[in-house]
């Protein structure tokens, strides 16, 4: 396991479950559920890979997972449309499977074929969704479902979350039809299908459904076969069609269509499928000249054109060779999928989710919510889902590591970034205090830091934090990108409100404490005006903040999916302006960039704040000669003689200090 780069070897028989580490759970309420893994690390400050765009070298994470994080699960048995067109239990999806997804926003939005990225298991409470044509979801309180009114959960744990309502229309294409059983009924009728379309068809056929044929003749005899059934039921029909795919159709797009020089036979298709629920027409042709038969010339029925067709005709025959092209259909609300019921079944059980390319999937014909992936954790050999929300790694050694690594002859003195994978301010640390140690160990080693943090936890070390920056250059953050209340309720869902995030901003500069405020993101049509930008502005400048960066919105793959669903919803009316600026890119033109720059920096003269490039804001100076006399001037080191030149690198996928200014929805 990777943990062995992580852990020191144990001395005693306490270590349980993992290399070198103690369990522990609690009983206090706040950590209901959770198992704290107590390692002894080898090691704490690490070196952020060459490759990395964020502004520094070092880091320090105490600790691994968070209790705050959300999973939105459903009922492993919750069949997942395929981007094949067939289905599969979610508890039986794996990494690399295709599905399919949807992309786009509001009325815009449409399916796409997409990858899965990964799975995994929980176990939480569970709530039951009936609709309005039989579908029934079990999932979690958290887990979303998208409706004509926008993303809403399913019983959501905070008050200002969407939730899903008796009325709402779900997005989709409704409940996925049973597959068939292979009764003697459905035999019979795929042999039929089969034999009969084969006689009448303009050309022989090879495929897997002759392979079936063979194996379903040892029960059923050819004579029974080829008769036709004075009363057939639905079995019969259902392989009758499956059986008729095999010999004379074919998927044409959403369509499927047959065509045979029988006209008899073709009735008994537009029979079998007005029987299963399924609408056909059978377009006019032309006889074929020079050919006899039972019709006189080349007939063809074929299935409606839509999604919902194409994928009950598939699910309800068992037509396996079938391909569906849904690639670019546009994605519609139905009556059919009015939520008629939402009941908490009291009940913990155990759950599923997958993350795809496009954060989302269909699950059971509605197009469902999926969770970012948690790497961090799998990095560690834990899984992303359950494990990161209730297996928190602690470096109980911290304090320990980073005094001595910090006297190590070898390190220059570099500036310590803290809080850029998970919050050093987590719950986790009110019980575990390892921060107090580490702060003090950077202290007494005039060793610069920063820290970037959206906890107010970080104000029960303000003394030590206050008496660090006496002696080394402390650099703290908060993130503020508006004071909208709506905006932040909608947009920012479960972070802590940018008034509270001022108030520690102010109680942190009353203390002398230099504190940054990134300025972030700032929502194109949103939060750009001059009205917003000004009291924004006002407000941090009020709240003793030293600098202001402005950080327009940038959106990389995933987050851009997920914003265009946002402003589709909540504000369709800006669609226009945000194709205009962001086109294919992640990032609005120069121009605007540069404008938004210059209404912030005019914005901060008029109130007496320091404007900073982002540059700036995320790089504390390098020691210099002059710096407290415990920092000491060293050689760089070489490839081999630093102290962590061989160590692992953390994972840097959600390293980024304002990755987290993404998560918009």
Same mark, same amino acid.
């Given at each position: ?615 700036? =804001?995320? /790089?504390? *100076? $390098? %020691?210099?000669?002059? #710096? !407290? +006399?415990? &920092?000491?001037? @060293? ?9 962590? =030149?061989? /160590?692992? *690198? $953390? %994972?840097?996928?959600? #390293? !980024? +200090?304002? &990755?987290?200014? @993404?998560?918009?929805?």
């Amino acid at each position: 396991m990777r943990w062995s780069h992580l852990s020191a070897p144990a001395d005693d028989d306490s270590l349980l479950a993992l290399p070198g580490a103690t369990v522990r759970t609690f009983e206090t309420p706040g950590f209901a559920g959770m198992t704290f893994y107590e390692i002894r690390a080898k090691s704490l400050i690490n070196r952020v890979p060459g490759t990395s765009r964020v502004p520094f070298q070092w880091t320090v994470n105490p600790y691994r997972g968070c209790s705050h994080a959300c999973t939105y699960c459903l009922a492993g048995e919750t069949p997942i449309l395929m981007a094949d067109g067939s289905t599969r239990p979610l508890a039986e999806i794996r990494p690399g499977d295709a599905v399919m997804g949807t992309m786009g926003a509001g009325p815009h939005r449409r399916y796409v074929p997409t990858t899965v990225r990964d799975h995994w298991s929980t176990s939480k409470p569970a709530f039951r969704v009936t609709l309005a044509d039989g579908t029934r979801l079990v999932g979690s309180g958290d887990h979303r479902l998208l409706t004509d009114r926008g993303w809403r959960h399913l019983s959501p744990s905070q008050p200002h979350e969407p939730a899903l309502a008796v009325g709402d229309l779900l997005v989709g294409v409704g409940h996925f039809a049973e597959p068939p059983k292979e009764s003697p009924d459905y035999r019979a009728g795929f042999l039929c299908g089969l034999i009969r379309g084969d006689a009448a068809g303009r050309a022989a056929r090879e495929g897997d459904a002759w392979v079936r044929a063979d194996a379903y003749l040892e029960d059923v005899t050819l004579h029974e076969a080829l008769r036709w059934p004075e009363l057939p039921a639905g079995e019969w029909y259902r392989g009758f069609l499956a059986g008729a795919f095999g010999a004379v159709g074919r998927a044409d797009r959403l369509a499927v269509t047959f065509e045979s020089d029988d006209r008899i036979y073709l009735r008994w298709i537009t029979e079998a499928l007005t029987h299963l629920g399924l609408t056909s027409r059978s377009p006019v042709r032309a006889g074929r000249p020079g050919r006899a038969g039972p019709g006189c010339g080349t007939g063809r029925v074929e299935t409606g054109r839509d999604v919902w067709s194409a994928l009950r005709f598939r699910h309800i025959t068992g037509a396996l060779d079938a391909p569906l092209d849904a690639s670019g259909v546009g994605v519609r609300a139905d009556r059919r999928l009015a939520v008629t019921d939402i009941e908490d079944l009291g009940l913990t059980l155990p759950l599923f989710d997958i993350s795809t390319g496009t954060g989302d999937f269909i699950a059971d014909g509605v197009v469902s919510h999926n969770c970012f992936a948690r790497n961090t954790h799998r990095y560690l050999d834990l899984d992303p889902g359950h494990d990161f929300d209730s297996r928190i790694v602690v470096k109980v050694n911290a304090g320990e590591l980073i005094r001595r690594e910090l006297a190590d002859r070898r390190w220059t003195g570099a500036p310590i970034a803290m809080g850029t994978n998970v919050d050093v301010y987590q719950r986790a640390e009110g019980r575990y205090r390892l921060m107090p140690e580490i702060l003090t160990a950077l202290r007494d080693h005039a060793n610069p830091f920063s820290i970037l943090t959206k906890g107010t936890l970080i104000l029960r070390d303000l003394d030590l934090l206050r008496r660090a920056a006496a002696v080394t250059e402390v650099g703290l953050a908060f993130s503020v990108g508006f004071l909208d209340e709506d905006v932040w309720r909608s947009a920012e869902p479960g972070t802590p409100s940018p008034r509270r995030r001022l108030d520690a901003v102010r109680r942190l500069t009353d203390a002398g404490l230099r504190v940054g405020v990134l300025m972030a993101p700032i929502l194109p049509g949103l939060t750009d005006t001059d009205e917003a930008i000004e009291e924004t502005v006002a407000a941090i400048a009020a709240a003793g903040a030293t600098s202001v960066t402005p950080l327009p919105l940038h959106l990389r793959p995933g987050a851009r999916e997920w914003y265009a669903a946002w402003i589709g919803r909540e504000h369709p009316e800006l669609r226009p302006r945000y194709r205009e600026l962001f086109g294919d890119g992640s990032y609005p033109p120069r121009v605007y960039q540069d404008e938004i720059s210059a209404r912030v920096r005019m914005a901060s003269r008029r109130h007496g704040l320091h404007h900073s490039t982002s540059a700036e =804001a995320r /790089r504390l *100076p $390098e %020691p210099t000669a002059s #710096a !407290h +006399p415990h &920092a000491r001037r @060293l050689p760089e080191p070489t490839a081999t003689a630093h102290p962590h =030149a061989r /160590r692992l *690198p $953390e %994972p840097t996928d959600t #390293a !980024h +200090p304002h &990755a987290d200014q @993404l998560t918009l929805l």
